[in-house]
């Protein structure tokens, strides 16, 4: 039987800059990144019923939607710990966000459904209990609970708000494959690092409101230890930069790439362009929260 149920957007991220600072004892790694939400989202519905099962639903057929989805976990780990087993959840999940891009696709749906689930259980958690349930399902799921912009530092669940982007027109762009996080994560070599991005630099421009100051800022460490087969990348960059981005950066682990325009109707031709070589290609603007 459903008891009630919620509708939810939940935006995908993109990293403004990205530095892997140090290797920590328990695998993971120390993070210092800028992180933005931006208006691509997916849509959820949840519906808490009662007989201690969780279902979900997804329009695109590869995407998993037993326990192995992220956001299934969330449901599950969120009734047993608000001390609901008996209780279920159906989710209803409508992905635009691609998979494997680097844009927090699962990591936003699972925050989504923490935030869902805790608003139609009459709010038993707090924001800071919410973020801890998080931290246990992903590094990026503290930042996804709150969105807008925020430096992350220690495994990535450690937020300072920043001021918001500048608005701007953002074009993104995925080539054909995804990147794996953990494998991407294997291949750095933090002694071998060539460049690493100025965040502080960074964080001034984003304070100052200075869009060009903040694209030629952008840099994430990934890039340089992506494997030969994901050339696209730099050639997604490249040309986003020769379209007239004042900045273009792989977000997270990739494989999206994403450039950032004063110029609409330039990011739009941008855009366009791009879609004649890769279907995943979207125009669409920061937001400032979830
Ligand atoms: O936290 P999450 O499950 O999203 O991380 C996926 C993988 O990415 C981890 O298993 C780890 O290999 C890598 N990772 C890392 N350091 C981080 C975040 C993720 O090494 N701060």
Avoid at 4 to 14: G, P, W
Wanted: hydrophobic share 40%; net charge neutral.
């Amino acid at each position: 039987m459903a008891y009630d149920r919620v509708e939810l957007r939940a935006c995908a991220k993109i990293n403004l800059s990205l530095d892997v600072t140090g290797k920590r004892p328990d695998g993971y790694h120390e993070m210092k990144t800028v992180m933005a939400s931006v208006s691509l989202c997916d849509e959820l519905t949840l519906r808490l019923t009662g007989d201690g099962q969780v279902r979900a639903a997804c329009n695109l057929p590869y995407v998993p939607t037993d326990g192995s989805n992220l956001a299934c976990r969330a449901a599950r780990l969120f009734l047993d710990r608000t001390g609901r087993p008996e209780l279920g959840a159906e989710l209803e999940i409508r992905k635009r966000i691609p998979v494997g891009a680097g844009m927090a696709g699962g990591s936003t749906d699972a925050a989504a459904v923490l935030r869902g689930l805790n608003a139609l259980a009459g709010e038993p958690l707090s924001a800071a209990a919410l973020a801890e349930l998080g931290g246990e399902l992903g590094s990026d799921v503290p930042y996804c609970l709150t969105g807008g912009t925020a430096l992350a530092t220690g495994r990535g669940e450690v937020l300072s708000p920043l001021p918001p982007m500048p608005d701007c027109a953002v074009v993104v762009c995925k080539p054909g494959f995804p990147i794996s996080t953990p494998m991407l994560f294997g291949r750095l070599d933090l002694k071998k690092l060539r460049c690493r991005p100025d965040t502080d630099a960074l964080c001034d421009a984003l304070a100052a409101g200075d869009l060009p100051r903040l694209a030629r800022r952008m840099y994430n460490v990934f890039e340089d230890v992506l494997p030969r087969r994901c050339a696209a990348v730099g050639e997604i960059k490249t040309r986003l930069l020769d379209l007239g981005a004042l900045g273009a950066v792989m977000t997270g682990t990739g494989s999206a790439v994403f450039g950032l325009f004063d110029d609409e109707d330039a990011a739009q031709r941008a855009r366009e362009d791009l879609r004649a070589d890769w279907r995943d290609c979207f125009l669409v603007r920061p937001v400032n929260g979830v």
